[in-house]
């Protein structure tokens, strides 16, 4: 019987990497492994000495449930800024066609809810509703304050970490009012 290659499906595209999904022998769709080269996407036989295949419980899970599909894409996207994953993107792209993408996101009221009805594959978009959000609990990490490699490197180095929160404590610890560090939440440690 005749055997046609396609390509694997890709996953997500985020500053100029590519990540797809990968398969087993069956075709079945893995439910944790990915990679950044479209012809090495057989997780039970990657290609010998490619590094584009990877797990993503081996990342940093920012404190989200890996085992929820949903946050993958966060997380990979996490990996790929903090340069543990590189790759190629999907096709040649020039930095006016990138720029031009990213600022294309069309929200509308449809029904009296909003909805995002068109944007980039690359861009994730969240609405909030403001009147819906209760007060932000200091121990919920907010992802956008998160401290980079080379301020949790100084940490270490300091014997210590910052709660979520921003108070002080053991790397591998919580603060007097209970919020983890941001070592912890990173799964650094």
Known sequence: MPYEWVDPELFLEHEGVAVYHCYDDGDMVSSYWYTTD?????????EIGSKAQFDVRDLPDLGLA????TNHALIIEHAIEEGLITGEPTRETTSDEMERES???RI???DGVAEVVEKPPNVAVVIIDHDMVDERDPC????TKMP?????????AEGG???VD???CEPDGVCPHGCKSWMLVLGLI
Request: proline share 11%; hydrophobic share 35%.
């Open 108 to 110: 509308e009221v449809i």
């Open 66 to 69: 890996v085992d929820e599909p």
């Open 148 to 156: 980079t490699l080379e301020t949790l490197m100084q940490w270490e």
């Open 140 to 143: 919920n990490p907010d992802m």
């Open 161 to 163: 970490c910052e709660a």
């Open 103 to 105: 600022l294309v996101v």
């Open 166 to 168: 921003g108070c002080w």
């Open 38 to 46: 479209p012809s090495d996407c057989n997780y039970k036989f990657p």
